[in-house]
């Protein structure tokens, strides 16, 4: 039976997507579906797309022997105080990708992500960052969210602050089975990023030159028709876990091109960042630290 061997653990927001579709085309890799089965995030319930060790593994049942790289891409993995634990205990040699971003860009991405997956209810960046406190008590959650998402997922600033979370990471696997990529350099210089983990997991360049941007920020262009196309989506996953469907053939992918559309970024303002500033620079200054990488110019508020 083919297990994984190696994992990228996140973080939400941080080019996991892009990552996987490129590593996905490789002919020596295979990746499950879903793209995050979260099976080893035993914190995080709801997340998870399979419970036992015996339906995640079924999730790799069609990987060729010709695929020596065998992974996975589930982006709460790295948060999780749980996952990466289980991982190093169900391989002890396996290889971890964590892709990592300045969490002041991070926290407004994950904030829109929540927003069109209609776990967060608050379309305020600001306003739902000051709820933070308020939402550690599930009485006041947003009502008839997507329950899909753990509560812990809108504590925006615990959730973005990637230096402890690398530390963790640090103290459960060996340096030298862990690479680590900056959300900046693989935008930058995707070839380069792309042939640096091809390396680190023994794999030979296949030659590729393009690199289409994925996951691209859309959001639905109604609402309500965005919603029950949701609900609708959520409950066929729910019945394809059950039932050990392995694919809807690409419908909702489909439909999703015709309800969503292409938004762009959007960045807190300049009192606003000044606070995320605040909150986020002593993590920085670690995750500097452990990577003996000078991030400060992340914290720095435009001139």
Request: glycine share 4%; with cysteine.
């Amino acid at each position: 039976m083919a297990r994984p061997n190696f994992f990228i653990v996140g973080a939400p927001k941080c080019g996991t997507t892009a990552l996987r579709q490129y590593l996905l085309d490789h002919p020596g890799t295979f990746f499950c579906e879903p793209k995050e089965p979260h099976y080893f995030a035993t914190d995080f319930p709801s997340h998870r797309y399979v419970t036992t060790e015996e339906n995640y593994l079924k999730l790799f049942d069609r990987a060729g022997p010709e695929c020596t790289r065998i992974g996975e891409a589930s982006s709460w993995y790295l948060y999780s105080r749980e996952a990466l634990t289980n991982i190093r205990r169900f391989d002890p040699d396996a290889k971890i990708i964590a892709m990592l971003r300045n969490p002041i860009e991070m926290t407004p991405s994950l904030h829109a992500q929540l927003l069109r997956d209609f776990a967060e209810s608050e379309p305020d960046l600001r306003r739902a960052w000051d709820l933070q406190e308020e939402r550690r008590n599930p009485e006041s959650l947003p009502k008839n969210r997507n329950t899909r998402y753990d509560p812990r997922t809108f504590l925006y600033g615990e959730a973005c602050k990637l230096g402890e979370q690398v530390e963790r990471l640090l103290e459960i696997f060996p340096r030298e089975q862990v690479k680590i990529i900056l959300f900046d350099d693989f935008s930058r210089e995707t070839r380069a990023v792309y042939q640096s983990v091809l390396s680190f997991l023994d794999l030979p360049d296949d030659g590729r030159e393009e690199f289409a941007k994925a996951n691209v920020r859309r959001d639905y262009r109604n609402r309500h028709a965005g919603r029950l196309l949701f609900a609708t989506w959520s409950a066929a996953s729910r019945l394809k876990s059950r039932m050990g469907i392995l694919t809807t053939f690409g419908l909702f992918k489909r439909l999703e091109r015709f309800t969503m559309e292409t938004k762009e970024p959007s960045l807190p303002d300049p009192e606003f960042r000044a606070r995320l500033v605040d909150e986020f620079r002593a993590d920085i200054e670690v995750l500097s630290r452990t990577l003996g990488r000078d991030l400060s110019h992340w914290s720095k508020l435009p001139e």
